[in-house]
């Protein structure tokens, strides 16, 4: 059975940063594109970073340049570095791997078929 589970998500400051963790376990985590995403109130959850198999990265147009998506296929571990954060990022995040491996890696919510439970990320101003 797939399961994800994420970690690292608080309360921080406006301009600090956070280190969010994902452990995965129950499939053969280095074959899949893994992905970061996020949900506020009353807001449709969102792709904020992925990464394929090989690990190059694809980030929203909101988060480059602060956000970093990795991933250590020995460890079945994925995680998103974030710099210098800001209120608008305020939400829940989180970790998920996509339908298929034969999909190629995209920011689509849709292409996704397994999540995480979610960690909360609250940024103040």
Same mark, same amino acid.
């Given at each position: 059975? +797939?399961?994800?589970? !994420?970690?690292?998500? !608080? /309360?921080?400051?406006?301009?600090? /940063?956070?280190?969010? %963790?994902?452990? &995965?376990?129950?499939? &053969?985590?280095?074959? #899949?594109?893994?992905?970061?995403?996020?949900?506020? +109130?009353?807001? !449709? =959850?969102?792709?904020?970073?992925?990464?394929?198999?090989?690990?190059?990265?694809?980030?929203? !147009?909101?988060?480059?340049? =602060?956000? $970093?998506? $990795? =991933?250590?296929? &020995?460890?079945? &571990? *994925?995680? *998103? @570095?974030?710099?210098?954060?800001? +209120?608008?990022?305020?939400?829940?995040?989180?970790?998920?791997?996509?339908?298929?491996?034969? #999909? %190629?890696?995209? *920011?689509?919510? $849709?292409?996704?078929?397994?999540?995480?439970?979610?960690? @909360?990320?609250?940024? /103040? /101003?």
């Amino acid at each position: 059975q +797939p399961q994800l589970t !994420e970690s690292g998500g !608080e /309360s921080v400051q406006s301009g600090g /940063s956070l280190r969010l %963790s994902c452990a &995965a376990s129950g499939f &053969a985590f280095e074959y #899949y594109c893994m992905g970061w995403f996020r949900q506020s +109130p009353g807001k !449709e =959850r969102e792709a904020v970073a992925v990464i394929d198999d090989d690990g190059a990265p694809s980030y929203t !147009e909101s988060v480059k340049a =602060r956000f $970093t998506i $990795t =991933r250590d296929n &020995a460890k079945n &571990a *994925l995680s *998103l @570095q974030m710099n210098d954060l800001k +209120p608008e990022d305020s939400a829940m995040y989180f970790c998920a791997r996509m339908h298929s491996t034969t #999909y %190629s890696c995209q *920011l689509d919510v $849709t292409k996704y078929g397994v999540w995480g439970q979610g960690t @909360q990320v609250t940024v /103040s /101003s």
